[in-house]
């Protein structure tokens, strides 16, 4: 199961970026465009917005654009974004790709339709055609999301596969954030090219070694320069123990539910109480868990690049 030829694509090191947002809850677009700044200033190649972690299923597709909009307007570079664009419904995934594509983004990190459960590849690949075909724009570089575990629908090989034959120029790679290494790496041998993200960290060197393209990854939002250093040496024998170091922060981090623990870092290091500010069902983290947090992350060593 191979696809010849190299597809040129994205890689690196990026953070599934956090979305802040105001008391009321409406995104906090001056905060968000801040945030991602401050992501790309340390060690962040590019920046998948509107995913998992960015809580983008939350916001209305209006919304979503809007978030776009303004990041775009206050200067963070379009070819350094990821949107996420994949929703229930392939209107509003066109209508979101679109507005991707219109602003200048690297790409678009596309979930399958979501709801309907133990869908055949013939249902996702008449899908994910819809959505290309309906674009019709040159332009697109989309990225499949495979995240069985949240999504519930799973990306096979063979879907892949026949994507790739029938869109060569707009299926560019895949998030693969299931944990299983085993399937990321065969994604890599069976597809030349295409690029493949480790949905953490922890598998970056792994996957560097391997062909990967890299990692795309909630944690990312708080130790993107330690990502950046594996990145940086993963060629040599200094990123083993730099990756080690990657691996046990990240491990602190996904004790507790993710989103709340980024974002209680967040607000610790910042001093910015709106960064607890999530939308149901989404809640902040308890007290007690966040202390455990914070000193899980202290006897590991871990610090924050200086957010100025």
């Known amino acids: 199961m191979t696809i010849t030829g190299e597809r040129a694509g994205l890689g690196g090191v990026f953070a599934a970026a956090l979305t802040p947002m105001d008391d009321d809850l409406s995104a906090d677009h001056a905060g968000f465009a801040r945030h991602c700044r401050w992501l790309l200033k340390n060690g962040c190649d590019g920046l998948a917005i509107l995913g998992t972690t960015g809580e983008a299923n939350s916001f209305s597709v209006a919304e979503r654009i809007a978030i776009l909009e303004a990041l775009v307007e206050a200067g963070i570079p379009a070819d350094r974004l990821l949107p996420g664009t994949g929703c229930c419904a392939i209107p509003d995934t066109v209508e979101l790709s679109r507005a991707a594509l219109t602003l200048g983004a690297a790409g678009v990190l596309v979930l399958p339709p979501f709801y309907y459960k133990n869908i055949s590849d013939e249902g996702l690949f008449a899908a994910y055609s819809d959505v290309i075909q309906r674009l019709g724009d040159d332009r697109l570089q989309l990225y499949l999301y495979h995240f069985p575990q949240l999504s519930g629908v799973p990306i096979s090989l063979g879907l892949i596969e026949r994507l790739l034959k029938a869109y060569p120029g707009s299926v560019a790679g895949v998030k693969d954030s299931s944990g299983d290494v085993a399937n990321m790496e065969a994604m890599v041998r069976a597809f030349p090219g295409f690029r493949v993200f480790a949905g953490t960290e922890t598998h970056l060197l792994t996957m ?34 730099l990756q080690a170091q990657l691996t046990r922060v990240r491990q602190a981090l996904e004790a507790v539910a993710l989103i709340p623990a980024l974002k209680a870092v967040m607000e610790r290091h910042t001093g910015t109480l709106g960064w607890r500010n999530m939308r149901p069902p989404t809640m902040a983290l308890p007290a007690a868990a966040a202390g455990k947090l914070f000193a899980d992350l202290d006897a590991v060593g871990f610090t924050l690049a200086d957010t100025s």
Not at 210 to 229: K, Y
């Open 208 to 241: 560097l070694r391997g062909g990967g393209a890299g990692c795309i990854s909630a944690t990312v939002n708080v130790d993107s320069a330690l990502a950046a250093e594996v990145y940086a040496a993963w060629q040599t024998d200094a990123a083993d123990p």
